[in-house]
């Protein structure tokens, strides 16, 4: 109850600042910000779509390109018939879509599980804290992709390699923003603890993690975010889902369908994305994180 | 032994009660010499702080040198009484106050609390930061019952209730109790503060520059409501402040420390205004202008010796 009242007065203080934008700028109640902004998108997706248009129907661009309406009709088809299922090279979008999410959402509840139980530990420990660095410093940059045949040569099995793949590479950006905002946790919430006597437990749970959260859920926001350009990756590599959709179709030579998977990813991260940052704002009260 | 002494102030009471009425002024005559007067007795004590000497430093290049921050202080203060710190800026105040707190190691000498030695921080001393160090993600009843709750954890939810909802009312935040510290104002915060460290009902409240934070009106208005609060409560209460007003509206003693390092006690003031006090009449005291000058004088030459020290 009391989280809403804050969310509600945030949108208030943008509003009012939106406001006052306006009575600054213009007269105009219709030509604030984000009407502007709207206009703009609009118009240069208008004017990327006809070019795009203008483009294949002259054959300028390479032989096989589709016109934008071609793209457009085919993302309208797929997104109508979502679920139908005639074998694995002719599956739809919908079935390919959750077969992705499902892989990802295993693996990252797996690397959200251990990383920040893990990044809570090293970063209350100064000496857990040096004596990990550097497996997750050396591990972090490495590619997502140089696993898979690691990961194929251990399990035998593409759907575990899939949820080995995304557990690896998502579990960095929350183990390292976790043991960070432990660590750099406000000496003065510390010292309140410490003045009133409680105990190490009761801090942990009361205060670090508490304190600590609007990092945590900026990791696993990355992590997410990493999760879901991974899989993708790796499921060219693999039998199902959106990734396997594109090499199918790039195998068909059919770009329409290319096309319109590259638009649905794109959707679909950009929603899983907006959940996080919701999320980073329940928990931020009036903090930058 | 000298705590059994409440046996001695109720004496029987089968006397009449003429005589009840004259009881306490001779029996608190009688408890002084076994019961010391001081609550909190600071004896000798120094604050050093390590320099960085070691291979690892050197090679690093952060060597640094060990820093007295203060030296050799014995302070003593009564039940009751309300004591400012006062001193020029890095004297050590707030080295102090968090060795009283139990915050900060002392590197020699000791404290005793009701004759106990400090030996860590503990909920019979309630602190108030400068920068109120409120939890953001608790609302200001959840702030206070996080230390209510921490101290006393066995307290029935009913009184725990009623004693948030008596310190929230205290400190004049009622109707506030839901709103989360960065929808408040600084003033506003720093009550919840006051609050906090009030209602886990400590022995000594200390204080480190609470009103440092806040702008002059601010700061003005909240002077006055710790004045009303303290006549209300009268807990014994260590304060650190910049402020020579601040110090002679709330203060009954003042201590006023050398520059750092190794800060000392210079002297210490009684303010005789009479309470409860009042911050528009206060300066109408005889005594007030001349106790001000002498800090006015003393902060200022200790000021000098501060700056001078940095040019050489």
């Known amino acids: ?289 | 032994m000298s705590l059994a002494s409440p046996k001695f102030t109720r004496p029987s009471l089968s006397h009449s009660t003429s005589d009840l009425t004259h009881d306490a002024v001779p029996l608190q005559h009688i408890d002084e010499p076994t019961v010391p007067s001081a609550q909190l007795s600071i004896k000798n004590v120094t604050k050093v702080f390590q320099g960085k000497q070691d291979l690892f430093s050197k090679l690093s290049r952060k060597t640094s040198r060990d820093f007295t921050a203060i030296e050799d202080i014995t302070l003593d203060i009564e039940p009751n009484t309300f004591v400012s710190i006062i001193g020029p800026s890095g004297c050590g105040k707030s080295t102090l106050l968090n060795m009283i707190a139990g915050l900060s190691d002392i590197s020699s000498g000791e404290i005793f609390l009701n004759n106990q030695p400090i030996k860590g921080p503990g909920p019979d001393r309630g602190m108030v930061f400068q920068n109120y160090a409120l939890m953001p993600w608790m609302s200001v009843e959840e702030n206070i019952r996080f230390a209510v709750e921490t101290v006393y954890p066995k307290m029935p939810p009913k009184q725990l209730t009623r004693i948030i909802k008596e310190n929230i009312q205290l400190v004049g935040l009622t109707g506030a109790e839901k709103k989360h510290p960065h929808e408040l104002s600084g003033g506003m915060r720093q009550r919840v503060g006051i609050a906090r460290a009030l209602a886990i009902n400590p022995q000594i409240l200390l204080m480190d520059e609470p009103f440092g934070a806040l702008d002059a009106l601010t700061r003005g208005f909240l002077q006055s409501e710790v004045e009303r609060i303290w006549e209300q409560q009268r807990k014994t209460v260590i304060m650190i402040t910049h402020s020579i007003e601040e110090a002679l509206l709330l203060s009954d003693r003042i201590v006023m420390m050398t520059k750092g390092p190794a800060a000392q006690v210079n002297e210490i003031l009684e303010v005789p205004f009479p309470r409860p006090r009042n911050r528009e009449t206060i300066d109408q005291h005889p005594a007030y202008h001349s106790l001000k000058t002498e800090m006015e004088r003393h902060l200022f030459r200790e000021t000098q010796a501060v700056e001078a020290a940095r040019i050489r």
């Open chain 1, 1 to 289: 109850m009391a989280f809403k009242g804050t969310t509600n007065d945030m949108t208030l203080s943008n509003a009012s600042l939106n406001k006052l934008k306006v009575s600054d700028s213009s007269q105009s109640p219709w030509l604030n910000e984000n009407v502007k902004a709207a206009g703009l998108f609009l118009f240069s997706l208008a004017l990327f779509l006809g070019a795009w248009e203008l483009a294949a129907n002259m054959n300028w661009l390479t032989k096989g390109m589709p016109t934008a309406s071609k793209t457009i009709e085919e993302l309208w088809w797929w997104s109508t018939n979502p679920f139908f299922d005639n074998g694995p090279n002719d599956l739809g979008i919908g079935w390919n879509l959750l077969i992705s999410l499902r892989r990802v959402a295993i693996g990252y509840t797996l690397a959200s599980l251990i990383a920040v139980p893990l990044g809570i530990v090293i970063g209350i420990s100064p000496i857990a804290y040096k004596a990990f660095n550097p497996y997750i410093q050396l591990l972090k940059p490495v590619s997502p992709l140089a696993w898979l045949p690691l990961g194929l040569y251990i399990f035998r099995d593409s759907e575990l390699t899939g949820v080995f793949i995304i557990l690896i590479s998502s579990i960095w950006p929350t183990l390292t923003n976790t043991a960070f905002g432990v660590a750099n946790v406000s000496p003065e919430y510390l010292d309140v603890s410490k003045t009133l006597g409680a105990s190490k437990l009761r801090t942990i749970f009361k205060i670090i993690i508490p304190a600590a959260l609007p990092n945590i859920v900026s990791g696993l926001r990355i992590s997410m975010g990493i999760s879901w350009l991974v899989i993708v990756a790796a499921e060219m590599l693999l039998g199902t889902g959106l990734g396997y959709f594109i090499w199918n179709e790039w195998n068909n030579l059919y770009i329409p369908n290319i096309l319109v998977a590259i638009f649905i990813i794109g959707l679909v991260g950009l929603i899983l994305d907006s959940v996080f940052a919701a999320f980073e704002k329940f928990v931020a009260f009036g903090r930058q994180s």
